[in-house]
């Protein structure tokens, strides 16, 4: 027999089980906004991604192509080194670092 607080006051299983069944409708919105939330901003950002084409394509040929080499004229690149690009005078050292390898390997 379920203990009743009152003859007008409900049962407190009925109260408990009206209150977890809100927390769950609750809990059943907030997860459907966040799927909702999720796919709308996949579908936003992929074509800002996709708008960057890989591989590069080559840049356009500027030079000039004659006949012969002698007529032909070339355009370098204008590559931009850093100021600290390179040592002077550094050691030639080559160091190779293995992470993972197994015994079959060596």
């Excluded at 909702?36 to 840049?59: F, G, K, R, W, Y």
């Excluded at 600290?84 to 993972?100: K, R, W």
Aim: aromatic fraction near 4%; glycine fraction near 4%; charged fraction near 20%.
């Amino acid at each position: 027999m379920i203990p009743r607080l009152g003859p007008d006051l409900p049962n407190i299983t009925v109260v408990y089980e009206i209150r977890s069944m809100k927390k769950n409708r609750i809990w059943k919105v907030v997860a459907a906004v966040a799927i909702a939330l999720s796919l709308c901003i996949n579908t936003a950002v992929l074509p800002v991604m996709a708008e960057q084409i890989l591989p590069h394509p080559d840049p356009i040929f500027t030079g000039k192509m004659g006949l012969t080499y002698e007529n032909s004229q070339s355009v370098k690149a204008d590559l931009k080194l850093p100021s600290t690009f390179g040592v002077e005078d550094a050691p030639n050292i080559l160091l190779v670092m293995l992470d993972d390898v197994g015994l079959s390997t060596v």
